[in-house]
């Protein structure tokens, strides 16, 4: 099992820019890609990105692509996801998760909201 930390969620007018840190601890050495899924307001929760943990290109969702990035920090054991061009409609929770090898999100942090104003 690996414990998740989301920080850096707030509040950032149109236009603006955020960047969430997930840090991973516990059985990190298992971890096999970790990914940023999002939930807002009476919706369902929505994929947004993800990157193996050792290598290789980043996966996107349509709606996110070339404004948000993932990227990964194996030495710190840290994934981020740097969001530009935030729009109201990016106000959700944002969650980090981690695949541990099964092909399914099994373990996630506890969210960091983000608020776009208009």
């Known amino acids: 099992q690996v414990h998740l930390v989301e920080s850096g969620g707030g509040l950032v007018q149109a236009g603006g820019s955020l960047r969430l840190s997930c840090a991973a601890s516990?059985?990190?050495?298992?971890?096999?890609?970790m990914g940023w899924i999002r939930q807002a307001p009476g919706k369902e929760r929505e994929f947004l990105a993800g990157i193996s943990w050792r290598g290789g290109s980043p996966s996107y969702v349509d709606s996110v692509k070339g404004r948000f990035t993932i990227s990964r920090d194996y030495a710190k054991n840290t994934v981020y996801l740097q969001m530009n061009s935030l729009k109201p409609e990016d106000t959700a929770v944002y969650y980090c998760?981690?695949?541990?090898?099964?092909?399914?999100?099994?373990?996630w942090g506890q969210g960091a909201q983000v608020t776009v104003s208009s």
């Open positions: 998760a981690a695949d541990l090898g099964g092909g399914t999100w099994s373990d």
């Open positions: 516990g059985g990190t050495f298992i971890i096999n890609a």
